[in-house]
């Protein structure tokens, strides 16, 4: 018998004046970043898990644009699958939980994604930063 978890989250591409929001997590020891986040809890939808999410890790509200992209990650007890959104900010400024020690706003462009986490990297490097910037606009 399988005795493996499977969990899935959502995390937000939070976009401001062509910059993106990266966090570092107070648990790591390596100076990568991640995009915020987290797990769905039972009887929420990926949207409602976005709002709760962003709002007790960065204290702000979001407005989700559209769905981005998806990610896994893959440890030997447990499977998280997500997606990402789009976001901009709705209001709000931004001050970090206990969960993260850290943020960046970094240059959204391809050269950003070496200080992401490789779960993030690997799927941003597949991203056309120049046509998500004129969606924005």
Same mark, same amino acid.
């Given at each position: 018998?399988?005795?493996?978890? %499977? ?6 591409? %939070? ?31 990926? &949207? ?5 999410? %962003? ?27 997500? %997606? ?6 709705? /209001? ?11 943020? &960046? ?24 930063? /120049? ?7």
């Amino acid at each position: 018998m399988n005795n493996k978890i %499977i969990y899935f989250a959502t995390k937000a591409l %939070i976009i401001k004046d062509n910059k993106f929001l990266a966090v570092h997590k107070s648990s790591v020891d390596h100076n990568l970043f991640e995009l915020p986040g987290g797990r769905l809890e039972y009887g929420e939808t990926p &949207e409602e898990t976005l709002d709760r999410e %962003i709002k007790e890790e960065l204290s702000l509200k979001v407005n989700p644009l559209r769905i981005l992209d998806t990610w896994t990650y893959i440890d030997d007890n447990f499977q998280i699958a997500g %997606i990402i959104y789009l976001c901009t900010i709705k /209001e709000g400024t931004v001050t970090l939980s206990d969960e993260h020690d850290r943020f &960046e706003w970094l240059p959204f462009e391809k050269e950003s994604t070496k200080y992401m986490n490789c779960i993030f990297e690997g799927r941003m490097n597949k991203w056309d930063f /120049e046509v998500l910037l004129k969606e924005l606009q």
